[in-house]
């Protein structure tokens, strides 16, 4: 079964208002968590890394006010796009990883949720 | 910038047909390297994870790693139909946790 886990899979949105994708990790506690979005044949771009009890890191060029990334406890983080506009569908895609590992990560620990598809109409 | 290049294809392949599948980095200070195959409209899969200079191999797949010329790729033999998706290359740089990500090549198994 999935380890990470996404709500909603797809959403669809009247432009303006606001939207919210959860990620949680089943089996374990993540303190940090990643947001990824994808445009049509286009890559993965990480959007911020969410940090339990902290703020959110944002990548440059991501509107931390547009984007805001909630992580309240070890299992869940939340991406809520504020004042949704059609540019903003796309697909959303978090990670996660158990703590305690050390650095080079084994690819096999870094656990990605289902994806959620936003359009914004 | 740190850059992970991969020809987006689309790649097509006969069926049986072995297929090369290739990746740049510009970050030296990368560590691990990855390659994810992903279906359209889903979440990316691991295919394989490779670390060290050299081959790697696991069932159909080879992974090739080249850290002097900073480039990795991926073999895929006897290809089949099913192997048809996008298949993008991540790299771990040892400045951070999060994986960056090529645009993928989009490989075409034909039958």
Known sequence: GAVVSQHPSWVICKSGTSVKIECRSLDFQATTMFWYRQFPKQSLMLMATS???SKATYEQG???DKFLINHASLTLSTLTVTSAHPEDSSFYICSARPPGQTFPYSGNTIYFGEGSWLTVV | ???VEQNSGPLSVPEGAIASLNCTYSDRGSQSFFWYRQYSGKSPELIMSIYSNGD???GRFTAQLNKASQYVSLLIRDSQPSDSATYLCAVHSNSGYA?????GTSLLVTP
């Not at chain 2, 994986?99 to 645009?103: E, I, P, S, T, V």
């Open chain 2, 1 to 3: 910038q740190k850059e």
């Open chain 2, 56 to 58: 790697k191999e696991d």
């Open chain 2, 99 to 103: 994986l960056n990500f090529g645009k």
């Open chain 1, 51 to 53: 940090n339990e009890g």
């Open chain 1, 62 to 64: 991501v509107e931390k």
